[in-house]
């Protein structure tokens, strides 16, 4: 069962993240994942109200680490749509699901955890494919400028983001549980969007566009469902067997991107691609 839950935690995600590529070129990148989060919130709260969750006492302790999750999680997510709007879904994709070599750095550096040769080789195969796709190399070695690929550097920072805030994310799921972090940090990120939406002056429901509602609810129940998919699948069973698969949503992501989008990816980036999918899966083994 846990390898299940992995599998749909993958497919969920890809499918959301492909969704919100193209929610996000329609309505801008704010106005989507303020949609996304608020309609994966009601999906949460469906489950809390049916479920009868308990509040827990040390939740008040924890809020300020789960604002500073909210804050990255929300740099995150505004980066990968921005960078999906810019450039290739198939490109952007990999370079998010690359967080788990954050999340593996920082245990190595705060929590003293030690890495296996494998991981080690892991973690150059993902920064090999990194740079492989997300830096124009032949024009570097053609005396160009340093230049990133279109999409590539918000990848990068939503990398980082989703990286550092599940690393984050790893004290207060101890003392609460999964559920009411993954709720909470939630709730922050709508509340932030909103105060952010009413002093920019921009409009819930623009005049000039269409709110794609068949592409915003979708995409808010499938981010919730596959947070609740990995949440279930690492509970009951081994967290190095579950995270590696449900990262490697980026697959789902650029299938979709090549098959609907028509993105076209060149040797080079597929190299790179299956360089991080390898690397991803490896570093957890």
């Not at 068949?214 to 949440?231: C, E, K, R, T």
């Amino acid at each position: 069962m846990p390898i299940i839950y992995a599998l749909l935690a993958m497919i969920f995600w890809g499918l959301a993240l492909f969704l919100a590529a193209l929610a996000s070129r329609k309505i801008g990148n704010v106005l989507t994942l303020f949609w996304m989060e608020l309609f994966g919130l009601a999906t949460g709260t469906v489950y809390l109200v049916f479920n009868h969750v308990q509040l827990s006492g040390s939740i008040v302790p924890n809020l300020p680490i789960l604002f500073t999750i909210a804050i990255l999680q929300l740099t995150a997510y505004l980066s990968f749509y921005k960078g999906t709007e810019k450039g290739q879904v198939s490109l952007v994709a990999p370079l998010g699901s690359s967080w788990s070599l954050i999340t593996v750095l920082l245990s190595v550096i705060f929590l003293g955890e030690i890495l296996k040769p494998s991981q080690i080789f892991a973690i150059l195969l993902i920064l090999a494919g990194i740079i492989t796709v997300a830096v124009n190399i032949f024009g570097i070695f053609k005396g160009k400028s340093f230049k990133f690929l279109e999409g590539t550097k918000e990848g990068l920072l939503a990398m980082l983001g989703w990286g550092i805030s599940l690393y984050f994310l790893i004290l207060p799921s101890k003392e609460l549980g999964w559920f009411i972090p993954a709720f909470g940090f939630r709730l922050f990120i709508v509340l932030m969007l909103l105060f952010y939406i009413k002093y920019s002056k921009l409009n819930l429901f623009p005049k000039d566009k269409k709110l794609p509602l068949n592409l915003l609810i979708p995409i808010g129940v499938f981010d919730m469902l596959a947070f609740f998919a990995y949440s279930l699948g690492v509970s009951k069973g081994f967290g190095s067997i579950v995270a590696p698969i449900s990262s490697a949503y980026a697959l789902v992501t650029i299938f979709l991107g090549i098959i609907f989008l028509k993105e076209k990816i060149g040797l080079r980036q597929i190299a790179g691609i299956l360089g991080i999918i390898s690397g991803l899966i490896l570093i957890s083994l």
